[in-house]
C-alpha cells in the first residue's frame, strides 16, 4: 500500500519542477524588463506629445498669420469705403448747393436787362410796377438758392471779387484804389463768386 502511494506521488510531481528560489529570480528579471518598457513608452508618449504640440504651434502661427493678412485687408477696403463715402457725400452736397448754378448764371443778363429797363421808366407808369413786382419776384426765388447780389460800390478794388474794366484818377485821396461805379453787378451763389463785378477804380 505504502509502494501504491509512493508511485502515485512521483507521477504526480512535474517532471521539470522549479524550485521557489528558481521562481523567485525569474520574477526579478521581469521586473526590469517591465520597468524598461513602460520608460519607452513614456518616452514614445512624451515625444508623441511634442511633436502634436509643435504642429499645434505652426497651425497656431499660420492662423495668426491669416488673421493678420484679412484685418489688413479689411482695413484697406475699410479706408477706401470711408475715401469714397465723404467724396460721394461732398459731391452730394456740392449738387445739392450749385445744382441751378449753370441755370441760375443763365438768368443774370435777363436780371440786368430787367434792371437797365425800369431805370429808363418813368416813375408811376403801370408797366414799371408791374416790371419791379416780376423782377422782385425772379430775385427772391433765385435768393432761395443761394444768389446773393455783391455789394462792390464803395468798396476797395479786391481782384477776387472785382473785375476792373477801366481805371480813372480819384477825386480824393481818399477814394484811391476804392470802387467808384460797378458797370455789371457781381453775384456770390452760397459764398462763391458766380459772376465777378465789372467796376470802375479810382486810381
Known amino acids: 500500500m505504502e509502494q501504491e502511494n509512493k508511485e502515485q506521488l512521483e ?4 517532471l521539470n519542477p522549479e524550485t521557489e528560489e528558481q521562481s523567485t529570480q525569474k520574477a526579478s528579471e521581469a521586473k526590469p524588463q517591465t520597468a524598461e518598457a513602460e520608460d519607452h513608452s513614456r518616452r514614445a508618449r512624451k515625444k508623441r506629445a511634442e511633436r502634436q504640440a509643435d504642429e499645434l504651434n505652426s497651425k497656431i502661427e499660420e492662423m495668426g498669420m491669416k488673421l493678420a493678412e484679412m ?3 479689411y482695413m484697406r ?3 477706401e469705403y470711408e475715401n469714397y463715402r465723404k467724396r460721394t457725400n461732398a459731391e452730394k452736397a456740392g ?3 450749385n445744382g441751378g448754378k449753370d441755370v441760375i448764371k443763365l438768368m443774370l443778363p435777363i436780371v440786368d436787362d430787367m434792371e437797365r429797363a425800369l431805370s429808363n421808366m ?3 407808369d403801370a408797366a414799371k410796377e408791374g416790371m419791379q413786382l416780376i423782377l422782385k419776384n425772379m430775385l427772391n426765388a433765385l435768393q432761395q438758392k443761394g444768389l446773393k447780389a455783391m ?5 476797395k478794388f479786391d481782384e477776387n471779387f472785382h473785375e476792373a474794366i477801366t481805371q480813372i484818377p480819384a ?3 481818399e477814394a484811391k484804389g476804392t470802387v467808384i461805379d460797378v458797370v455789371k453787378k457781381g453775384y456770390f451763389l452760397n459764398d462763391e463768386v458766380l459772376r465777378f463785378a ?4 479810382a486810381n
Not at 11 to 14: D, L
Not at 151 to 155: F, L, T, V
Not at 198 to 201: D, F, I, K, R, S
Open 11 to 14: 507521477t504526480e510531481q512535474p
Open 71 to 73: 484685418n489688413d485687408k
Open 77 to 79: 477696403i475699410y479706408s
Open 95 to 97: 449738387l445739392i448747393l
Open 122 to 124: 418813368a416813375d408811376g
Open 151 to 155: 455789394e462792390a460800390m464803395g468798396a
Open 171 to 173: 477825386p480824393s485821396p
Open 198 to 201: 465789372q467796376v470802375v477804380v
